[in-house]
Structure formats: structure tokens, C-alpha cells
């Protein structure tokens, strides 16, 4: 089973600042991986798949880069309602896998 | 629009047996892999299962292989699951979700979730 690992667990940033969220896999999972977003109460929703291809209608402030084992999802510039809970999937291998999450709070 | 309903959670015994389904509506529901993505409370989430169009292929997280099966009635947009031998730790919402495509095993579409409490 590949292990992703999520850090850091929270980040503390003010609105306007810029995050860097990081998953790492315990193995290759070339560019197949997705990041999702959820909000307090509701279902994830898909921000980015394979690393980098922002999924409809997601702002352009969001990011993804990596591939192999290391990846990085991006906010240039946070807005009020992205203060919220980040998840990564890896669709490379069975069984499908997700990150432990990162909550961005308000510093 | 695309809407995915889930339904058929609830509380149940330890060793019970709950079978949720999930309506579909607004995509080509007969082509789309489906699976079920579960959170329990407070924690992260974990896949559970999926289904190909057909529903002639599937796969399941070892922590419910032998105990759920996933299914699906093309005829009536439903895509269901059928959990026996529930254990404490099957507590948590399940999503019901749409993949991407046949091969793209990432999410595009989400339902709200349905609780299942597993507790005596």
C-alpha cells in the first residue's frame, strides 16, 4: 500500500499569504495524484488531479507541481474561505490512498 | 447538474449488516466507475471500494474485503453497498463518488455522505 504522507499537519498563515502544502508518497506514484479540498460539514471537492491539472471551475490561485514521490499544492494568495482542510489521493496503485490531510488556519 | 444522493445510513449493532445506496443523476451514470470513499469522525478519509461501469470489475480496501460489496443497478442509477459483519471502527460518513473516467481514479463529483453508526 503506498503511504502518502501529509505535511505539515496544520499551517497558520494570514489571508493574502501564500501556502505550500506538501504530500509525499513512500513510492513512486508518477503523476497520479489529486488534491482535494473540504469544508467543515461538506463532501472534498477535487482541486487538482495528476499533479498539476487544475479540475473545473477551481480558481487559478491553486497550484500543483510534482511528480514521483514528492508534491506540492500551492495557494498564491489565500481568501478567507481557504482556510480550510486539504487532502491528497494517489490513483497509481491499489488500494487507492489518501493523505492524512493539512488544515490552513487563520494565524 | 451532476447529483449524487446518498441514502440508507443509520445506527446498527456490532455484527449487523446496513446497505446503502447512492442515486445518480445528471452524467452518463452507465459508463462512470463509482466508488465509496468513507470518514470517520474527525479523521481523514479512506477509500472503500469501486465499481466499473459494467460493474463487471471491482476492488475493495483490505479493512472491508469478505465484509461489503459494492454493486450497481444501471437500470435505476443507483449504485449501492452492502456492509455485513459491521465493526465499531465502520463508523463514519460514507461518499458516494464519481470517478474522473475509466481510468482516472480521482473524484470529480461527491454526494453529501450518510452516517453509519456502528454501536450496541
Known amino acids: 500500500e503506498i503511504v502518502l504522507t501529509q505535511s505539515p499537519a496544520t499551517l497558520s498563515l494570514s489571508p493574502g499569504e501564500r501556502a505550500t502544502l506538501s504530500c509525499r508518497a513512500s513510492?513512486?506514484?508518477?503523476?497520479?495524484l489529486a488534491w482535494y479540498q473540504q469544508k467543515p460539514g461538506q463532501a472534498p471537492r477535487l482541486l487538482i488531479y495528476?499533479?498539476?491539472n487544475r479540475a473545473t471551475g477551481i480558481p487559478a490561485r491553486f497550484s500543483g507541481s510534482g511528480t514521483g514521490t514528492d508534491f506540492t499544492l500551492t495557494i498564491s494568495s489565500l481568501e478567507p474561505e481557504d482556510f480550510v482542510v486539504y487532502y491528497c489521493?494517489?490513483?497509481?496503485?491499489?488500494?487507492?490512498?489518501f493523505g492524512g490531510g493539512t488544515k490552513v488556519e487563520i494565524k | 447538474e451532476v447529483q449524487l444522493l446518498e441514502s440508507g445510513g443509520g445506527l446498527v449493532q456490532p455484527g449487523g449488516s446496513l446497505r446503502l445506496s447512492c442515486a445518480a443523476s445528471?452524467?452518463?451514470?452507465?459508463?462512470?466507475?463509482m466508488s465509496w470513499v468513507r470518514q470517520a469522525p474527525g479523521k481523514g478519509l479512506e477509500w472503500v471500494s469501486v465499481?466499473?461501469?459494467?460493474?463487471?470489475?471491482?476492488n475493495y480496501a483490505d479493512s472491508v474485503k469478505g465484509r461489503f460489496t459494492i454493486s450497481r443497478d444501471n437500470s435505476k442509477n443507483t449504485l449501492n453497498l452492502q456492509m455485513n459483519s459491521l465493526r465499531a471502527e465502520d463508523t463514519a460518513v460514507y461518499y458516494c463518488?464519481?470517478?474522473?473516467?475509466?481510468?482516472?481514479?480521482?473524484?470529480?463529483?461527491w454526494g453529501q455522505g450518510t452516517l453509519v453508526t456502528v454501536s450496541s
Open positions: 445528471g452524467f452518463t451514470f452507465t459508463t462512470s466507475v
Open positions: 465499481l466499473s461501469g459494467s460493474g463487471g470489475s471491482t
Open positions: 513510492q513512486s506514484v508518477s503523476s497520479y
Open positions: 495528476d499533479a498539476s
Open positions: 463518488a464519481k470517478a474522473s473516467g475509466t481510468y482516472d481514479w480521482h473524484f470529480d463529483y
Open positions: 489521493q494517489q490513483r497509481s496503485n491499489w488500494p487507492l490512498t
